[in-house]
């Protein structure tokens, strides 16, 4: 069936297939006899027409059905006794032109996987980063937390850093007035000049604001101007903090705050492992990408591209700002999108050399901790990923690279130092 395969470039092949006459000719008279058992035409009974009749009727109908059968199942074949793996569907060179008990002949290309020789991912030389916790880290970490417990009570004033107003504000001359607008004093949401000002005031006090709203502002009504605001405060409330004790560790679900403590250390101690974990796999990873040369399919870089345009047009369509050109932009992303390409197939290369894989479990209960760490049910998450990816290869995929990584980092050379 596979006749020739010529080298187009490292990662594109041509291959030229050709299906015999009596293969073909066979399944399709196979096929013809099937549709001659349920076919009634007039004058016979079903399943007793004439081959010949029943040719004349159903014969290019089923001449297609045959080939859009065969085709995919020949190019599956040719595949397989080349050896390549295609990145894109083939793109047939000329039409299809098939005639009855005649070899069927097509030439099609294809962008392949690229051969990556001499695969050196052992004993890669990694800086160890070593890893402390000290009793800053976790005061910082318990009045966190008391924070995100800390409960708003009403006041008559004076306003202070931290307290939560609601307030109303106009300019003088009208073109914009917001009722009611509750605010952290000291939050990003007003300039530090206007939060400066209202410390002292109380409840109904009035007070004229000039003030200076950054470019980026979130509101496009004072993006980048410079006001005068006149304000009146309408309600305060003062922050009141719980004590950082025994009862607040109980209200953590802890016994004690010594027990706290501890598992608050514990925790900050994973988090920076990870960190480094990551660290150490980004270098890990570069030093690879460094390490090996070969050609990229460039549908790939095209797609990865187009995924980085996607990500970069959503990012600033949340910031509000304007898209750039479009070529330019392009031009910009493909030095990332073509590393990120190389990455990947330099990882699915050594994955496959390692016969890693990602069951199912394995994609379950990545869910699972997702789902316990963003708070969301399961299925939300599948969801995002079906409608985001289509299915969860994606997924699937991000977990095989982890478990390749961690694998390279398993054999990496640990380099002790500073």
Same mark, same amino acid.
């Given at each position: 069936?596979?006749?020739?395969?010529?080298?187009?470039?490292?990662?594109?092949?041509?291959?030229?297939?050709?299906?015999?006459?009596?293969?073909? %000719?066979?399944? &399709?008279?196979?096929?013809? %006899?099937?549709?001659?058992?349920?076919?009634?035409?007039?004058?016979?009974?079903?399943?007793?027409?004439?081959?010949?009749?029943?040719?004349?009727?159903?014969?290019?109908?089923?001449?297609? #059905?045959?080939?859009?059968?065969?085709?995919?199942?020949?190019?599956?074949?040719?595949?397989?006794?080349?050896?390549?793996?295609?990145?894109?569907?083939?793109?047939?060179?000329?039409?299809?032109?098939?005639? =009855?008990?005649?070899?069927?002949?097509?030439?099609?290309?294809?962008?392949?996987?690229?051969?990556?020789?001499?695969?050196?991912?052992?004993?890669?030389?990694?800086?160890?980063?070593?890893?402390?916790?000290?009793?800053?880290?976790?005061?910082?970490?318990?009045?966190?937390?008391?924070?995100?417990?800390?409960?708003?009570?009403?006041?008559?004033?004076?306003?202070?850093?931290?307290?939560?107003?609601?307030?109303?504000?106009?300019?003088?001359?009208?073109?914009?007035?917001?009722?009611?607008?509750?605010?952290?004093?000291?939050?990003?949401?007003?300039?530090?000049?206007?939060?400066?000002?209202?410390?002292?005031?109380?409840?109904?006090?009035?007070?004229?604001?000039?003030?200076?709203?950054?470019?980026?502002?979130?509101?496009?009504?004072?993006?980048?101007?410079?006001?005068?605001?006149?304000?009146?405060?309408?309600?305060?409330?003062?922050?009141?903090?719980?004590? &950082?004790?025994?009862?607040?560790?109980?209200?953590?679900? &802890?016994?004690?705050?010594?027990? !706290?403590?501890?598992?608050?250390?514990? %925790?900050?101690?994973?988090?920076? =492992?990870?960190?480094?974990?990551?660290?150490?796999?980004?270098?890990?990873?570069?030093?690879?990408?460094?390490?090996?040369?070969?050609?990229?399919?460039?549908?790939?870089?095209?797609? %990865?591209?187009?995924?980085?345009?996607?990500?970069?047009?959503?990012?600033?369509?949340?910031?509000?700002?304007?898209?750039?050109?479009? #070529?330019?932009?392009?031009?910009?992303? =493909?030095?990332?999108?073509?590393?990120?390409?190389?990455?990947?197939?330099?990882?699915?290369? &050594?994955?496959?050399?390692?016969?890693?894989?990602?069951?199912?479990?394995?994609?379950?209960?990545?869910?699972?901790?997702?789902?316990?760490?963003?708070?969301?049910?399961? #299925?939300?998450?599948?969801?995002?990923?079906?409608?985001?990816?289509?299915? !969860?290869?994606?997924?699937?995929?991000?977990?095989? #690279?982890?478990?390749?990584?961690?694998?390279?980092?398993?054999?990496?050379?640990? +380099?002790?130092? +500073?």
């Amino acid at each position: 069936m596979l006749k020739v395969v010529e080298d187009i470039s490292t990662t594109k092949k041509r291959l030229k297939i050709e299906i015999p006459a009596d293969t073909i %000719e066979k399944e &399709i008279q196979g096929s013809l %006899e099937k549709v001659r058992k349920t076919a009634t035409l007039p004058g016979f009974r079903t399943g007793k027409a004439p081959m010949t009749l029943i040719e004349k009727k159903y014969g290019k109908k089923v001449e297609g #059905e045959v080939l859009d059968r065969m085709i995919p199942q020949v190019y599956a074949e040719a595949l397989t006794r080349a050896e390549i793996t295609p990145v894109t569907d083939p793109v047939l060179e000329e039409g299809i032109d098939f005639k =009855r008990h005649r070899p069927f002949a097509m030439t099609l290309t294809v962008e392949v996987m690229p051969k990556i020789d001499d695969l050196v991912y052992e004993h890669v030389a990694i800086r160890d980063i070593p890893v402390s916790v000290d009793d800053a880290d976790i005061i910082s970490v318990l009045k966190r937390m008391q924070e995100e417990k800390a409960i708003y009570e009403p006041s008559e004033g004076p306003i202070n850093g931290n307290d939560l107003i609601s307030f109303d504000y106009c300019t003088p001359e009208g073109d914009i007035s917001v009722k009611d607008q509750i605010y952290k004093v000291g939050g990003s949401l007003f300039p530090k000049e206007f939060s400066e000002r209202l410390v002292g005031m109380k409840k109904n006090d009035e007070l004229s604001i000039e003030t200076t709203f950054p470019e980026d502002h979130v509101s496009e009504k004072l993006a980048g101007k410079h006001l005068t605001l006149q304000v009146v405060v309408k309600d305060i409330k003062k922050v009141n903090l719980p004590d &950082i004790d025994d009862e607040f560790a109980k209200d953590a679900g &802890i016994d004690n705050l010594d027990a !706290l403590k501890n598992h608050v250390r514990e %925790e900050i101690l994973k988090a920076k =492992r990870n960190e480094v974990t990551k660290i150490q796999k980004a270098e890990m990873l570069k030093k690879l990408l460094d390490s090996h040369e070969f050609d990229l399919p460039e549908s790939m870089i095209e797609s %990865e591209i187009a995924a980085l345009l996607f990500n970069e047009a959503s990012r600033k369509d949340q910031e509000g700002k304007v898209d750039r050109d479009r #070529e330019v932009l392009k031009q910009e992303l =493909r030095p990332d999108a073509i590393r990120n390409v190389k990455g990947s197939l330099l990882l699915a290369a &050594i994955g496959k050399k390692e016969k890693v894989s990602v069951s199912e479990d394995d994609v379950k209960n990545a869910i699972l901790a997702m789902a316990r760490r963003f708070a969301v049910p399961p #299925e939300n998450l599948i969801k995002f990923y079906i409608s985001k990816d289509g299915s !969860l290869n994606g997924l699937k995929n991000s977990l095989f #690279e982890e478990k390749v990584l961690d694998l390279i980092l398993s054999k990496a050379a640990i +380099e002790k130092g +500073e």
